[in-house]
């Protein structure tokens, strides 16, 4: 009867942990979504602080084109969006479509990084 009781026992606990280990679930994998828009620069130094802006921000990668000034980001959007990221751009003074840097934000930038503003 002694052996009974440890034997059940034992199966009791090896049934509790598969039943454990089986309830671990996997997480979804996180959708990304890829956009372009224009940000107004001009020299690859623009392209370092608007590449390391957007990814401060959230931006899993980010390319800035020196000859389109075309920005390809890619980003999670449960976490940023194309208006968080075109906020951080203008912060660290550059232009996009929909926000404008500040003037004394503009005006910090390195005299080769001062691109034709739009009126």
């Not at 679930?25 to 979504?33: D, I, L």
């Not at 020299?43 to 389109?68: F, H, L, P, Q, Y």
């Not at 920005?71 to 208006?83: A, G, I, R, W």
């Not at 390195?110 to 739009?118: G, V």
């Amino acid at each position: 009867m002694k052996t009974f009781k440890l034997f059940f026992a034992i199966v009791l606990l090896a049934a509790f942990g598969a039943s454990t280990t089986a309830q671990t679930t996997t997480k979804a994998p996180v959708q990304q979504k890829t956009e372009t828009f224009k940000v107004w620069g001009k020299c690859d130094m623009c392209k370092t602080r608007i590449e390391k802006a957007v990814k401060t921000e959230g931006a899993t990668s980010a390319n800035w084109d020196t000859e389109t000034s075309m920005l390809t980001v890619t980003f999670d959007p449960d976490k940023t969006s194309v208006d968080a990221l075109g906020k951080k751009l203008a912060s660290v003074g550059h232009d996009t479509e929909k926000y404008k840097a500040p003037d004394d934000v503009y005006a910090k930038l390195p005299d080769c990084c001062h691109y034709d503003r739009a009126k």
